[in-house]
């Protein structure tokens, strides 16, 4: 069963910094998402990684897949406290491409 | 910019009752899914549709909950007997092309079950 980590689970950081969520996962998959959650609220779509070396850059975010290591990085540039939600990674499992969700990074960050 | 749909966003129940959430997936879609979020917890798979029939499903989708595609747009998700640990958020999604769709989710019904 496939099992999807994240790390850490919550990051309180200052405007301006930089920052780095990481997501690691147990086996082999041909798609990674990464999405932002905000308080009550639905799951906005941020990224989907395709294949091994892709690198997706959207404003202050930018997300990176290494599936030999099974390691996806969303790096935070310069935060800005706009930026405060929770943030899931997702991969792909299975027959059916269910989304195994990563249990989330609560981003906080302080002006 | 075609986006799934769902009813209601937001139904309070007691417990013991039956609960159907719906769901206007993307006309052109063919895979049909329902996720589970319980309130500060990670998004949980809860069951995947396909050629009008459950194509997988997690342990969490036990009797007390079944899916239906009734009329060829809605998808629908039945709690039968409603139980405090079902309060959560659902949300359905749904994709094109099992190999190269993308996954849209719906803005989600969240249930409160009192």
């Known amino acids: 069963e496939l099992k999807v980590e994240q790390n850490p689970l919550f990051l309180s950081m200052q405007e301006g910094k930089n920052y780095t969520i990481y997501c690691n996962y147990s086996?082999?998959?041909?798609?990674l998402y990464w999405y932002r959650q905000d308080p009550g609220k639905s799951l906005e779509s941020l990224f989907v990684?395709?294949?091994?070396?892709a690198v997706k850059q959207e404003g202050r975010l930018m997300a990176s897949l290494d599936t030999k290591a099974r390691l996806s990085t969303l790096h935070i540039t310069a935060a800005v406290h706009d930026l405060s939600a929770t943030y899931f990674c997702?991969?792909?499992?299975?027959?059916?491409?269910?989304?195994?969700f990563g249990t989330g990074t609560l981003l906080a960050v302080q002006p | 910019e075609p986006e799934v749909t769902q009813t209601p966003s937001h139904q309070v129940t007691q417990m013991g009752q039956e609960v159907i959430l719906r769901c206007v997936p993307i006309?052109?879609?063919?895979?049909f899914y329902w996720y589970r979020q319980i309130l500060g917890q990670k998004v949980e798979f809860l069951v995947s549709?396909?050629?009008?029939?459950?194509?997988?499903k997690s342990e969490i989708f036990d009797d007390q909950f079944s899916v239906e595609r009734p009329d060829g747009s809605n998808f629908t998700l039945k709690i039968r007997s409603t139980k405090l640990e079902d309060s959560a958020m659902y949300f359905c999604?749904?994709?094109?092309?099992?190999?190269?769709?993308?996954?849209?989710f719906g803005e989600g019904s969240r249930l409160t079950v009192l």
């Open positions: 999604a749904s994709s094109g092309d099992r190999y190269a769709g993308e996954l849209f």
């Open positions: 086996t082999t998959s041909d798609r």
């Open positions: 990684l395709l294949s091994n070396g």
């Open positions: 997702a991969v792909e499992s299975g027959a059916t491409n269910k989304l195994i």
């Open positions: 006309s052109n879609h063919l895979y």
């Open positions: 549709f396909y050629n009008n029939e459950i194509s997988e």
